[in-house]
C-alpha cells in the first residue's frame, strides 16, 4: 500500500454562536458520499473516504475552536478558512493515519501574527476533534494571517 493523502477545507466567518461555514471535500463527493478502498489508498474519482471524513471534521472543529478563541479574546475573526491534510500509510505493515496537517488562514483584525499564531496552537490542543485523535503520531498546525 502506497501512503495516501486526504483533504477537506472549512471556511468560517464570524464567532462560535452567530457565524456559519462551508465545508468543501478535495474528493468532489457529494450527496450520498460514496466510499471505496481505491479512495483511501489509489484515488478519489469522487468518492469519499473516512480520511477525508477526519480531515473534514478536523478542519471544522478547529476552524470553530479558534474563532471562538478568537472572539472570546475580544479579536472576532472575519473569517477562519483551514485546511487539513490526513496521511494513511503503511505502519509496521499495517494502514495507519500517520500524520494530520493544518494549515489556517485568519482574517482578523485588531490581532497581531504572533498572537495569531499562539491563540492558533492553544485552539488545536483545545479542539475537540484533536483530543479525540490523540493517538495520531503527527498533528501539525502552520497558522498566519492574511490582515490588509
Do not use: Y
Not at 39 to 53: A, I, Q
Not at 61 to 75: I, K
Not at 87 to 95: F, S
Not at 126 to 132: D, E, I, K, N
Amino acid at each position: 500500500m502506497a501512503s495516501a493523502e486526504r483533504t477537506a477545507t472549512t471556511v468560517w466567518e464570524g464567532d462560535l454562536a452567530h457565524g456559519n461555514g462551508t465545508l468543501s471535500l478535495k474528493s468532489g463527493a457529494t450527496g450520498d458520499l460514496p466510499v471505496t478502498w481505491a479512495s483511501r489508498t489509489e484515488r478519489s474519482d469522487g468518492k469519499t473516504s473516512p480520511e477525508e471524513l477526519i480531515a473534514a471534521a478536523h478542519a471544522s472543529c478547529f476552524s470553530m475552536a479558534l474563532s471562538n478563541m478568537l472572539a472570546t479574546d475580544g479579536n472576532p475573526p472575519d473569517s477562519v478558512q483551514t485546511d487539513a491534510v490526513v496521511t494513511l500509510r503503511p505502519v509496521d505493515g499495517k494502514p495507519t493515519i500517520a500524520s494530520i496537517e493544518l494549515t489556517t488562514v485568519g482574517v482578523v483584525p485588531g490581532i497581531d501574527e504572533a498572537k495569531f499564531i499562539e491563540t492558533a496552537e492553544a485552539a488545536k490542543a483545545g479542539c475537540p476533534v484533536s483530543r479525540a485523535l490523540a493517538g495520531v503520531p503527527e498533528i501539525t498546525l502552520k497558522a498566519s494571517l492574511q490582515n490588509g
